[in-house]
């Protein structure tokens, strides 16, 4: 599959994806309809034969919907999905996803998973590519701002406990799948990850990636699902190091734990 991040807004991503096959193509959460536009009208130019069929999006926030409406119809998309519980609050939704929910952009499989956690409404977009010929399956996932690469959305809606969830639903995909989030958040994420676990040495490792990405101007998404539970703390909730640095007790729960990570994520400078 072709996934090309659209930058939009201060440091959003929506994104295109193309199925290589039968060129359909959907967005994800059009921020703003200007960038999200022009990226479609050149992959456009660039293949006649591409039909952009849907808006996805991973939840009501308006910089993940504000585009919605203009760009449906300046693509001529026919659908706007997003899940059941933000209705009224996703402009032009037409599809009520419930969890679990499968669907098709071409030859590409899509299956939602309800992550609640940043609001109570978000939904992640698993979309598998079948292999074939000796090839194998290629998985992506949507996480809007659910999971960021190294970190996760505040909890403006859920519970610690509701996050943990949605966040070990997500670690149980393949660990190949590729992840492409909601925001360029990932440096300060990593900065904060190596404030809290300072001798794990993937999250080096990963920074110096990104510090070459982002110098060149490239986003850093995508990464893998393994790459990730390497650095994310908010994977990493049982991390010895991350609990002795927080203070978090040995005995607490996962959700605490997690609950008082994203607390001192909120008050990291
Ligand atoms: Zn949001
Ligand atoms: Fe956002």
Same mark, same amino acid.
Request: glycine share 14%; net charge neutral.
């Given at each position: 599959m072709q996934i090309t991040p659209i930058a939009c807004l201060s440091d959003n991503y929506a994104y295109l994806v193309v199925c =290589? $096959?039968?060129?359909k193509a959907a967005i994800v959460?059009?921020?703003?309809?200007a960038p999200v536009n022009k990226v479609a009208d050149e992959a456009r130019a660039a293949d006649?034969?591409?039909?952009?069929e849907a808006i996805w999006n991973t939840h009501h926030h308006h910089d993940h919907v504000g585009g919605n409406e203009a760009v449906k119809s300046h693509v001529g998309a026919k659908k706007i999905y997003g899940y059941q519980s933000d209705k009224g609050r996703i402009p032009g939704q037409t599809e009520l996803l419930e969890s679990g929910d499968s669907f098709e952009l071409g030859d590409l499989k899509v299956r939602t998973i309800h992550i =609640? $956690?940043?609001?109570?409404?978000a939904v992640a977009y698993v979309v598998t590519a079948p292999g074939g010929a000796g090839k194998p399956d290629e998985t992506a996932v949507f996480t809007g701002d659910t999971l960021f690469l190294a970190g996760c959305g505040r909890l403006f809606e859920g519970t610690p406990a509701q996050m943990r969830a949605s966040l070990v639903a997500l670690a149980g995909l393949p660990k190949d799948t590729k992840i492409y989030c909601g925001h360029e958040y990932t440096e300060s994420n990593l900065r904060f990850a190596s404030s809290v676990e300072p001798n794990n040495p993937n999250i080096a490792t990963m920074r110096a990636k990104v510090a070459e990405e982002r110098g060149a101007?490239?986003?850093?998404?995508?990464?893998t699902l393994e790459e990730d539970l390497g650095v994310n703390p908010f994977q990493r909730v049982d991390s010895k190091e991350i609990r002795a640095t927080l203070g978090i007790a040995a005995d607490a729960d996962d959700a605490t734990a997690l609950g008082a990570i994203r607390k001192a994520k909120d008050n990291f400078k």
């Open positions: =290589p $096959g039968t060129r959460d059009p921020s703003e309809e006649p034969r591409l039909s952009i =609640p $956690g940043h609001t109570l409404g101007g490239r986003p850093s998404v995508p990464w």
